[in-house]
């Protein structure tokens, strides 16, 4: 069965770095998302992404966030400059349609010192 | 925007016993809602999920009820077994017709004792 897959696992960076968050969606699906868990804590919508651009995005994804799918396969997350409270599980999801089920990938922890 | 009120934080229970868990949503635009089962340190992983325009929905052990008027819905899980520990949540969307955002509760820690 086809699954998501994020790379890399974990990443550690210092605060104020740029980090770069990569995902692989499921091959034949159009609509992408990121979300972000803080640990012990409950799962946060950052964006959607359809057709080339956002869809929607949440009061977190602020202008140090950006998304891109540089080519047919690859869905990025960047951040610009990491602070602190950025350390957290970030899980990719990709759905074939709009209204379909939204597949999680394994997540990326980052941690930023 | 919508919020979503996940009830109890933690649930132990025998095994072959059931546990329930409720939550409660605050915008009645909402029309979708899933139930994922993640486990320690692994991705969120869909169970089952219920759309509008029905009530309730089973799938073997797992069952999900909605009540939109009161604007709950509520998962169910029979003869529980020692697999089914890990933590759940529910959540909630609202379709914007470009894509779907969820927003999610807080989650259920369930234990099942052998």
């Known amino acids: 069965e086809p699954e998501v897959t994020q790379t890399p696992s974990h990443q550690v960076t210092q605060m104020g770095q740029e980090v770069i968050l990569r995902c692989v969606p499921i091959s034949n699906h159009l609509y992408f998302y990121w979300y972000r868990q803080i640990l012990g804590q409950k799962v946060e919508f950052l964006v959607s992404f359809y057709n080339n651009e956002i869809s929607e995005k949440s009061e977190i994804f602020d202008d140090q966030f950006s998304v891109e799918r540089p080519d047919g396969s690859n869905f990025t997350l960047k951040i610009r400059s990491t602070k602190l409270e950025d350390s957290a599980m970030y899980f990719c999801a990709s759905a074939g349609e709009s209204a379909g089920t939204q597949y999680f990938g394994p997540g990326t922890r980052l941690l930023v010192l | 925007g919508e919020n979503v009120e996940q009830h109890p934080s933690t649930l132990s229970v025998q095994e072959g016993d059931s546990a329930v868990i409720k939550c409660t949503y605050s915008?009645?635009?909402?029309?979708?809602f899933p139930w994922y089962k993640q486990e320690l340190g692994k991705r969120p992983q869909l169970i089952i999920d219920i759309r509008s325009n029905v009530g309730e929905k089973k799938d073997q052990r797992i069952a999900v009820t909605l009540n939109k008027t009161a604007k709950h819905f509520s998962l169910h899980i029979t003869e529980t077994q020692p697999e089914d520990s890990a933590v759940y949540f529910c959540?909630?969307?609202?379709?914007?017709?470009?894509?779907?955002?969820?927003?999610f509760g807080s989650g259920t820690q369930l234990t099942v004792l052998p």
């Open positions: 959540a909630a969307d609202i379709s914007s017709g470009s894509a779907r955002q969820l927003t």
């Open positions: 915008d009645s635009a909402s029309n979708y």
